[in-house]
């Protein structure tokens, strides 16, 4: 009962943590509900998180981050018509925000829907929210549905990389260096190497500690380059450095998606998922990815 309540004390330390900089500009009540609200989640009172939540959209309407977390909260709840109507608005307000419309497909697969049923409620046609499709369908190995959105994005460096890794995956997948895709890969010429500029700014930044500047740097070069697992890595790792470990789980953890072969890259972000689910209290977790640094898996 000791180490449960510890651990559900450590969590509600690095969920305030983790929405200091977003409540800063609320009132007290809002961030007290929001806080509060976070913190029912965080133990399953599912019913007493949306109240709270509720609360926090009477107090700010427009607010897109408590229409995601409502979204989250009835989704884990399992009201999934409700889960639906906040994941589109968070959508709508947000429509570039990656978390957002992986969320809303996770709302609409459990219905055994679609992101195609509701393409008129949604700004579908955002080239940043195709992006982010392409790369949700690429994660869960749906290649054609990838690649049918990769279509219509004509002398794209990001459709040729992400369909370069599509090969790359289908041919792991199948052992065979037959090439079954019909979306050819050119390579592309580049005068200059913006994706090492981007690399080595991160790790002079990083040899620094400069977690806050690092934050912001490396998420702009995953705003950039959506399939660098290294960014993914440097973005969580900025977040565990400035206390935004729950945010640094999901992050680190969509790394995982796009390694094939780095031992040393992978095992730096298990480093990296240890100490945010440490940090999180959440034990099980943190020592399953210590584990596998460990055995090298």
């Known amino acids: 009962m000791i180490q449960k309540t510890y651990a559900q004390e450590e969590e509600k330390i690095d969920v305030e943590q983790s929405a200091e900089v977003f409540l800063e500009e609320y009132t007290d009540e809002f961030q007290e509900n929001f806080f509060e609200a976070l913190k029912q989640k965080g133990i399953q009172n599912y019913d007493r998180a949306i109240s709270l939540f509720l609360e926090c959209k009477h107090l700010e309407p427009t607010n897109s981050v408590v229409d995601y977390e409502l979204a989250k909260v009835n989704f884990l709840d399992k009201q999934y018509i409700r ?19 992986e969320l809303l497909l996770n ?62 995956s289908i041919q792991k997948r199948t052992k065979t260096q037959t090439t079954v895709l019909s979306h050819e890969v050119k390579p592309s010429k580049k005068e200059d190497d913006p994706l090492l500029h981007y690399k080595l700014k991160i790790e002079a930044l990083l040899e620094k500690r400069d977690y806050k500047q690092m934050e912001q740097v ?33 992050v680190l953890e969509s790394a995982l998606d796009y390694i094939l072969d780095d031992t040393d890259l992978t095992n730096k972000i298990y480093i990296e998922l240890s100490k945010a689910y440490t940090a999180i209290g959440n034990t099980s977790k943190a020592n399953e990815y210590s584990n596998k640094i460990k055995s090298g898996l």
């Open 83 to 101: 889960a639906q109507q906040y994941a589109v608005e968070a959508l709508n307000a947000q429509p570039t925000d990656y978390w957002h419309l």
């Open 107 to 168: 709302i609409l697969e459990k219905q055994g829907s679609n992101v195609n049923t509701i393409k008129q409620n949604i700004p579908f046609l955002n080239n940043k929210l195709q992006e982010n499709l392409a790369i949700i369908y690429f994660k869960r190995k749906k290649y054609k549905d990838a690649l049918k959105v990769l279509e219509d994005f004509e002398n794209s460096q990001f459709a040729t990389d992400l369909a370069q890794k599509i090969s790359d």
């Open 218 to 250: 490396s998420k702009e070069a995953l705003d950039s380059y959506p399939l660098q697992p290294y960014f993914y890595f440097a973005y969580g790792k900025a977040l565990n450095g400035v206390s935004k470990s729950l945010k640094a789980t999901e």
